[in-house]
């Protein structure tokens, strides 16, 4: 996994490099300043998951939101990404960590889908776009999306 | 943007800390955090540049205002297309996409069009996805995307239709840019 995404990076990266020097260059600065910028909340993140993994026994982290968690680990997941605000950027590190401890695909789905696609604690700002019962339908509907999504993400990698 | 920016810093340090001193008084638990975050970041630093580095060559290479001049006429299919791709070039949370809906609305773009803007903007983001496929596996991905952008085209269609049965205006908010 880790190289081939290395060797499509390195290919595209070759490959802008021939075609524009400059436009390649200023991609690198971005991809670095990305990356400074994000720097300090993703070791924030990393260092709560150390914590986690650390305190909290692997036991309880499977009962909760382990393989067996079922419908338990979906609605904590839920629950935590719905009220969640975290950049992808944090957010993926964090599941991809999660996934290598054995916490399954469609307990991930649960956490990723509701973080990006329904917001409480956003809310106040969203009522004032789209006014408040809108809002609520919007975000009700999003969370019936992300449910299905789960769904289908557990019958298709059977964990 | 600073603030919190202070604040993680200032956490982190603790945690640098917190562990430091569980090494100096052999307090297990403390030494195994320090280790399990070792581990977790080196393999997320294994990652990690080849991400950015995606996502700053798609941010050069693709122009955002190509997207843009299309959403003009946005009548018929390919509206619906276009604003998939305006998704796909959305930074920041949902909360950043509710100024650009109501520009949407400012520049003429139905309410059909504008909802399913903002059910896109959760799930086609296109840097985040980069993003998501190198830490998740491009199987997961594809399934997700699979699932999840038909039903918000539909739902956004669903929406917007019957939004403007009933006369539904979105808010005007002309300090959009300070909430954020």
Known sequence: MNITLWIITAGLLIFSLVKSREKTITALKKAFNKFTNILSLFLLVMAGFALIVTFLSPEFLQEYIGTESGIKGIAISLGLGSVSIMPGFAAFPLCAALKAEGIPFYIIAAFSLSLMNVGIITFPI???FLGFSVALIRNLIALIICIIAIIIVKIV??? | MKKSKLINII??????VFVGISYL???EKGEKTGQAFLSVLIEMLKILPCAFILIGLFEVWVKKETV????GDNCG????LWVLLLAGFSVGGLYVAFPLAETLNKKGASLKIIFTYLGFVGVFRIPMTIFEISFLGLPFTLVRLMV?????????????TILKKRGYKLKKCTNAQHMV
């Open chain 1, 126 to 128: 969203e009522k004032k």
């Open chain 1, 157 to 159: 990698f059977g964990e």
């Open chain 2, 11 to 16: 956490l982190i340090t603790i945690f640098f």
């Open chain 2, 25 to 27: 008084m052999d307090f």
């Open chain 2, 68 to 71: 843009i001049q299309h959403l």
């Open chain 2, 77 to 80: 299919i390919k509206g619906y």
């Open chain 2, 148 to 160: 999840t952008v038909p039903l918000f085209l539909l739902i956004g269609i669903f929406m917007g």
